[in-house]
């Protein structure tokens, strides 16, 4: 046996001492955890598959482990992962930080505001940002999240929910955006609330003020349970949580591109100057009746 099927025994053999300390079967840990109870079992015979990092720590939260016992249990998933040359522990620093679109245009016209609402992020534990549909707030949010995720030790994950019709599948929305997959417990929201639990994490939920109802209770929920965890909204209306921190996102303003009328006979006169002397009085008097045309025409 080679020391990285030692290494899976041993984790193996200290979840199911667990396990059956909490006296749960294979079943009931798999139902707490959110996970497969063919998972439960393939950990415990000290499968080949190195567990995920956030599988783990919703072991950890099912089986109530804390302290040394729940140390015990990463730092043996942490050494398979190191000495695992199928599945080497990613550096930290390569790890990303935000699930943000690849940004294809420049952010123009906000500067003001995004100064402003940066502080707010770190701030309030819930800042929704409020407006009418196509002003701009979702464009605001992504760059407050590409500004402030290096900030959060676990990032900043956006929620898409423009497409999202069901009430009931927002937890699972949620989960997957954080990196929870393949969830196989009822209480989904359950799950995500221990998994969120213990992470320092910026969670944007963008557009939803058709799911106002279902978005307020999960950020209640969240907001009470995960200590950690910052929310930004963006929504037609308020969430109407309490701690809720509001702006409002107004329509950008629009530059007059209107052309000016002459004040007087001297302005086309100083425009024109320049070329009285090298071009033809037919070319000077087209110039001045194009810039001076508006003024005579409200006459």
Request: proline share 6%.
């Amino acid at each position: 046996m080679d020391q990285a099927q030692a290494q899976a025994r041993r984790f193996g053999d200290l979840l199911r001492e667990y396990r059956r300390a909490a006296e749960l079967t294979q079943e009931e840990l798999a139902e707490r955890a959110g996970v497969s109870p063919r998972s439960i079992s393939e950990m415990e015979r000290g499968g080949a598959h190195v567990p995920r990092r956030d599988t783990v720590a919703l072991l950890a939260t099912a089986l109530g482990l804390s302290g040394p016992q729940r140390e015990a249990l990463e730092a043996l998933v942490h050494e398979r992962r190191r000495q695992s040359t199928a599945a080497p522990l990613e550096p930290v620093s390569q790890r990303p930080k935000h699930n943000l679109p690849r940004l294809l245009t420049s952010f123009v016209g906000r500067e003001l505001e995004l100064a402003d609402l940066a502080p707010l992020v770190a701030s309030s534990l819930l800042l929704t940002l409020v407006g009418a549909g196509g002003v701009g707030k979702t464009r605001l949010a992504q760059e407050l999240m590409r500004q402030q995720a290096a900030s959060y030790l676990d990032g900043a994950w956006l929620v898409e929910l423009a497409g999202l019709t069901d009430a009931s599948l927002l937890p699972g929305a949620v989960a997957a955006a954080v990196g929870l997959q393949d969830i196989q417990a009822r209480d989904v929201s359950g799950v995500l609330t221990d998994y969120l639990g213990h992470q320092h994490l910026l969670l944007v939920l963008d557009n939803c003020e058709h799911l106002v109802d279902a978005c307020a209770r999960l950020v209640v929920q969240l907001l009470r349970a995960c200590r950690e965890l910052h929310i930004l909204v963006t929504s037609r209306e308020p969430l109407a949580v309490p701690g809720e921190v509001i702006r409002r996102v107004l329509p950008l303003e629009v530059p007059d591109l209107r052309p000016r009328r002459c004040s007087s006979w001297s302005s086309p006169t100083r425009l024109v100057a320049p070329v009285l002397t090298r071009s033809p009085r037919s070319t000077v008097w087209r110039l001045s009746m194009t810039i001076c045309a508006p003024r005579w025409a409200g006459r």
